[in-house]
């Protein structure tokens, strides 16, 4: 079973720096598309940023230019650097992944439990 384990959220100033980290455990044969969606009160979970494992990166309007996405294939973890965040980036950050379990053929998707990024003055 693949489970994902977030760490680096809490309490930042607007224009401050925060770094998320996510790290898979389990018998891993493939981590395919790594990603981190956020859900703001009230609102739907979106996505932030995707990283391939090629290393293609893809960001929402809202973090390009401020957040960076990356990942560590040897170590089955994946990284959001933000930066100049702002009020509305106060959200719970969920890593996500497509992973293939060892000894199956099918990808699965996994979420972690998520960790709160408060930006407040």
């Known amino acids: 079973q693949v489970q994902l384990v977030e760490s680096g959220g809490g309490l930042v100033q607007p224009g401050g720096s925060l770094r998320l980290s996510c790290a898979a455990s389990g018998s891993i044969s493939r981590m395919n598309v790594m990603s981190w969606y956020r859900q703001a009160p009230g609102k739907e979970r979106e996505l932030v940023a995707t990283i391939t494992n090629g290393g293609i990166t893809n960001y929402a309007d809202s973090a390009k230019g401020r957040f960076t996405i990356s990942r560590d294939n040897a170590k089955n973890t994946v990284s959001l650097e933000m930066n100049s965040l702002k009020f509305e980036d106060t959200a719970v950050y969920y890593c996500?992944?497509?992973?293939?379990?060892?000894?199956?053929?099918?990808?699965?998707?996994?979420w972690g439990q998520g960790t709160l990024v408060t930006v407040s003055s």
């Open positions: 996500y992944v497509l992973a293939l379990p060892t000894g199956t053929l099918q990808f699965r998707e996994v």
